[in-house]
C-alpha cells in the first residue's frame, strides 16, 4: 500500500524550532516529489513547498519562502519540514503528499496533482 | 501568482441532486488543473487531475471540464458521502495555487 505517514501532533512556545517528518512507503521515494500544504484553523489549503527526494531539488512557494526549510532523508524514505522560529501565526495542520509531475519547458514542471496524502501534522504555537 | 476562485462558495442540496462548482483562473491555464475532496478532520482527497481525468478509485458520478480560465467540477447524483469541502488547483504557473474551497452541505 503506497503511504505518507506523518510525525505526532506538536505544541510549542513561540520561537522555539521543530521539525515535523512524512514516511513514503509502498512505492520508490526518490522517484516522486513531495510538497507540503498548510490549512490554518477553519481556513483552505495553501501550498508551501515542494521537494524531490532523489536529488533535494526544493522549490518553495515564495510566500513561504525563507518562513521554512523543506528537506529529505531518501536513506529513510522521509521528507521533512521545520521552522527555526515559531510563530503564533505558524499554528495550522500541515499535510505532506506525493505530487505527480510532469516536465515542462526548460527546468520547470507542471505540477497537476497530489495523489497520495499524509494524515496531516497539528502544529499548536502559543505561549 | 495565478488566482484561483470558486463559486460558489457553499451549497446545499439535497441526495440524489445534480451540483455543479465552478473554478475561474486569473489567466489561463489550459488545462492544468486539479479537484479536491475534503472532509472534516481528513486530509484532502484528489478527484481530478488534467480538468478532466478521473482519479483511480473515484466514483464516476464525479467529472471535471473546462480548460483556458473556467472549469467546472460535476456530482452527477450527490451522496452522502460527497457532503464535504471541494478545492480547486492550477498547476500550470509556479506555485500552485489553490482556491477558496466550496463546502457542499445537506439541504
Known amino acids: 500500500e503506497v503511504q505518507l505517514v506523518q510525525s505526532g501532533a506538536e505544541v510549542k512556545k513561540p520561537g522555539e524550532s521543530l521539525k515535523i517528518s512524512c514516511k513514503g512507503s509502498?512505492?520508490?521515494?526518490?522517484?516522486?516529489?513531495i510538497g507540503w500544504v498548510r490549512q490554518m484553523p477553519g481556513k483552505g489549503l495553501e501550498w508551501m513547498g515542494i521537494?524531490?527526494?532523489?536529488?533535494?531539488?526544493?522549490r518553495y512557494s515564495p510566500s513561504f519562502q525563507g518562513q521554512v526549510t523543506i528537506s529529505a532523508d531518501k536513506s529513510i524514505s522521509t521528507a521533512y519540514l521545520q521552522w527555526s522560529s515559531l510563530k503564533a501565526s505558524d499554528t495550522a495542520m500541515y499535510y505532506c503528499?506525493?505530487?505527480?509531475?510532469?516536465?515542462?519547458?526548460?527546468?520547470?514542471?507542471?505540477?497537476?496533482?497530489?495523489?497520495?496524502w499524509g494524515q496531516g501534522t497539528t502544529v499548536t504555537v502559543s505561549s | 501568482d495565478i488566482q484561483m476562485t470558486q463559486s460558489p462558495s457553499s451549497v446545499s442540496a439535497s441526495v440524489g441532486d445534480r451540483v455543479t462548482i465552478t473554478c475561474r483562473a486569473s489567466?489561463?491555464?489550459?488545462?492544468?488543473l486539479a479537484w479536491y475532496q475534503q472532509k472534516p478532520g481528513k486530509a484532502p482527497k484528489l478527484l481530478i487531475y488534467?480538468?478532466?481525468s478521473l482519479q483511480s478509485g473515484v466514483p464516476s458520478r464525479f467529472s471535471g471540464s473546462g480548460s483556458g480560465t473556467d472549469f467546472t467540477l460535476t456530482i452527477s447524483s450527490l451522496q452522502p458521502e460527497d457532503f464535504a469541502t471541494y478545492y480547486c488547483?492550477?498547476?500550470?504557473?509556479?506555485?500552485?495555487?489553490f482556491g477558496q474551497g466550496t463546502r457542499l452541505e445537506i439541504k
Open positions: 503528499a506525493r505530487q505527480m509531475s510532469i516536465a515542462a519547458a526548460g527546468t520547470g514542471y507542471y505540477y497537476y496533482g497530489m495523489d497520495v
Open positions: 488534467a480538468a478532466s
Open positions: 509502498g512505492y520508490s521515494f526518490t522517484s516522486y516529489w
Open positions: 521537494i524531490y527526494p532523489g536529488d533535494s531539488d526544493t
Open positions: 489567466q489561463g491555464i489550459s488545462s492544468w
Open positions: 488547483q492550477q498547476a500550470n504557473s509556479f506555485p500552485p495555487s
